[in-house]
């Protein structure tokens, strides 16, 4: 039983980190407005370009990338070392080998979770892209560079942060069974791909209307 309690708390640390929200705080800090309530309502960092301009945006970007990369690097060291925590003895028909990468699947998506319903924003915040990114670079850099990859001669092409993100989303889903993945590594970004479009439906609703904003104009 404490095995699994640990385990939860683990899931619920990364939530946690994901729900830092750093544009929402780059908004107060620096201008004093709530960036939801600009542009776009999103706390991502296309809203901060927006909003509060390139450096600024910059660095939310970079903070959301980080907080992807450092769920999966927490769970790779947690799991395996809860497994041999004297006092959190997992079940003994518990296969530790095949434990780590579904550990690391759960916590991609508690993270990305966290980001997109920030529990310190209402259950609001971004669309999970960055922090997504960052999961795909830790767990697998092959996939999260071709997902990067088409993100940018996407943006290149149509300058529209939306239909990139998404046209990144089903990269990943793509590579991530055209490459030797584990199991839990497909499922996960087959899920985290599908809530990032999920997350952009509004964004579709524009696109289908030929309404949506090109980078470096007002949503």
């Not at 929402?24 to 927006?50: C, M, P, Q």
């Not at 999260?144 to 088409?150: D, E, I, K, Q, Y």
Request: proline share 5%; with cysteine; net charge positive.
């Amino acid at each position: 039983m404490v095995f699994w309690i640990a385990g939860a708390v683990g899931l619920a640390i990364a939530y946690l980190l994901g729900s830092i929200p750093t544009g929402y705080l780059a908004g107060k800090l620096l201008k004093g407005i709530d960036i939801r309530e600009h542009g776009s309502h999103s706390t991502g960092a296309t809203n901060v370009l927006r909003t509060l301009g390139k450096w600024p945006a910059l660095a939310v970007l970079l903070v959301d990338v980080l907080k992807g990369v450092g769920a999966v690097v927490f769970a790779r060291w947690f799991y395996p070392w809860l497994t041999t925590a004297s006092s959190a003895t997992p079940p003994a028909a518990l296969d530790l080998q095949s434990l780590a990468p579904w550990a690391v699947c759960l916590t991609g998506l508690a993270v990305m979770l966290g980001h997109g319903r920030s529990v310190w924003l209402n259950f609001t915040g971004g669309k999970s892209v960055a922090t997504g990114l960052g999961v795909l670079l830790a767990m697998s850099w092959p996939v999260g560079l071709g997902a990067v990859t088409v993100f940018g001669l996407a943006l290149a092409a149509a300058r529209i942060v939306s239909l990139s993100s998404m046209l990144a989303a089903l990269t990943a889903i793509a590579l991530v069974f055209g490459l030797e993945q584990p199991l839990p590594y497909r499922l996960l970004v087959i899920a985290g791909g599908i809530y990032v479009i999920v997350r952009h439906r509004t964004n579709i609703r524009r696109l289908l209307a030929g309404t949506e904003p090109r980078l470096g104009k007002v949503a």
